[in-house]
């Protein structure tokens, strides 16, 4: 078995354990393979061990990984990365998720220059999660706005909410973000607004995200190692 295939299977029997310990269904959690940074033979291997969704944060080191793999119709790839408003026209070409939508302008620009004939993209909406004002993502004040604007365009999809707490060695820091964000969902629900995703949650933290009600989980280094590529903006 190779390295990746093993990692693989140790995050999948942390998920495993870790709803079973918050008394959830393993299958409601998703596993998304943080392939930044990672060659293109890593993500072969991950696929060849059962992997089909893939995160990656920059394009230029997402494209060549994407145009290699683009006749395979079985993988999905989310763009989990900043958004500057000079990319959004690539990230609607060639992603079916992005996680980090956090202003109008973006919401905008991706609906307006989503391909036509492209189902429509998967959106999940990033909170804050410290108050840094410099920090990615939307306050939580402006997400009811952001979350009716995702809806009503016929080609974005509303999944629902992402947050990266802020950088702690104490993976239980991480819980009081968490919590905050299924809050926000909850708030979202309540105003008419169907969500079904939470994405939380990383290799030091997912334990946490779980046991908060994380469905989607963004793990790279304990699948991969560690990124030996510096990945270049
Ligand atoms: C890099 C990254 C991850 C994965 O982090 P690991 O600690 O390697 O699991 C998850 N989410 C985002 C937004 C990232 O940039």
């Not at 410099?134 to 706005?145: K, T």
């Not at 999944?159 to 964000?181: I, Q, S, Y």
Request: net charge negative.
């Amino acid at each position: 078995m190779s390295d990746i295939a093993a990692g693989l299977e140790a995050v999948r029997d942390r998920v495993r354990m870790a709803a079973e310990a918050a008394g959830r269904d393993p299958d409601g959690i998703a596993l998304l393979a943080v392939s930044k940074g990672q060659p293109l033979e890593a993500v072969r291997a991950a696929i060849a061990a059962g992997q089909s969704d893939f995160g990656e944060n920059y394009l230029q080191d997402a494209g060549p990984k994407l145009d290699a793999l683009d006749a395979d119709e079985t993988l999905s790839w989310h763009y989990i990365g900043l958004i500057q408003s000079n990319k959004t026209r690539r990230i609607a070409a060639r992603f079916d998720w992005v996680h980090t939508v956090d202003r109008s302008r973006i919401v905008e620009r991706l609906a307006a220059q989503r391909p036509p004939l492209a189902p429509p993209l998967n959106v999940c909406l990033q909170l804050r999660s410290d108050d840094d004002p410099r920090a990615a993502g939307a306050q939580r004040s402006e997400l009811p706005a952001l979350a009716a604007a995702v809806a009503a365009a016929p080609s974005l999809r509303l999944r629902g909410l992402m947050t990266v707490p802020p950088p702690d060695p104490d993976p239980e820091a991480a819980r009081p973000h968490f919590r905050a964000l299924r809050e926000a969902g909850a708030e979202l629900e309540a105003l008419g607004l169907a969500i079904d995703t939470y994405s939380m949650g990383m290799t030091a933290d997912l334990e946490v995200a779980v046991s908060e009600g994380a469905t989607l989980l963004r793990v790279g280094t304990a699948i991969f190692g560690p990124r030996s590529q510096q990945p270049d903006r």
